[in-house]
């Protein structure tokens, strides 16, 4: 996977995910890990390190599961590049099906 994994990171910098995130997103394809092992692994602040994978996790990068713990704790992992790839061109394909709409909308606007 991880050959996979460098080619679709190379990927994800097309979608302006940002330098930051794709370390998140690095660290998790690797293994599952919580906001203390990202943390120690990627020397970014917790408070930095939970903006990026909520919005990881918003987008679809990042799945999030509860430990069973004394306290809540939640571990994340990266989605896989498969699922992301689906999910990317589902996204593509309603993108362009709205340009469609709109420049159809467009055309018939102008007939006079």
Same mark, same amino acid.
């Given at each position: 996977?991880?050959?996979?994994?460098?080619?679709?990171? =190379?990927?994800?910098?097309?979608?302006?995910? =940002?330098?930051?995130?794709?370390?998140? %997103?690095? /660290?998790?394809?690797?293994?599952?890990?919580?906001?203390?092992?990202?943390?120690?692994?990627?020397?970014?602040?917790?408070? !930095?390190?939970?903006? $990026?994978?909520?919005? @990881?996790?918003?987008?679809?990068?990042?799945? *999030? *599961?509860? @430990?069973?713990?004394?306290?809540?704790?939640?571990? %994340?992992?990266?989605?896989?590049?498969? $699922?992301?790839? $689906? /999910? @990317?061109? &589902?996204?593509?394909?309603?993108?362009?099906?709205? !340009?469609?709409?709109?420049?159809?909308?467009?055309?018939?606007? &102008? *007939?006079?």
């Amino acid at each position: 996977m991880k050959a996979q994994s460098g080619t679709f990171v =190379g990927t994800l910098q097309f979608f302006q995910l =940002g330098e930051s995130k794709l370390v998140v %997103y690095r /660290l998790l394809s690797h293994k599952p890990m919580t906001i203390e092992g990202l943390k120690k692994a990627s020397e970014l602040s917790e408070r !930095l390190l939970r903006m $990026h994978v909520a919005e @990881l996790i918003k987008k679809g990068f990042v799945k *999030r *599961r509860v @430990l069973s713990d004394a306290r809540l704790k939640y571990e %994340y992992s990266a989605t896989p590049p498969s $699922h992301l790839a $689906h /999910l @990317l061109i &589902t996204k593509l394909v309603a993108f362009d099906t709205s !340009l469609r709409a709109k420049k159809k909308d467009i055309i018939a606007g &102008t *007939r006079i």
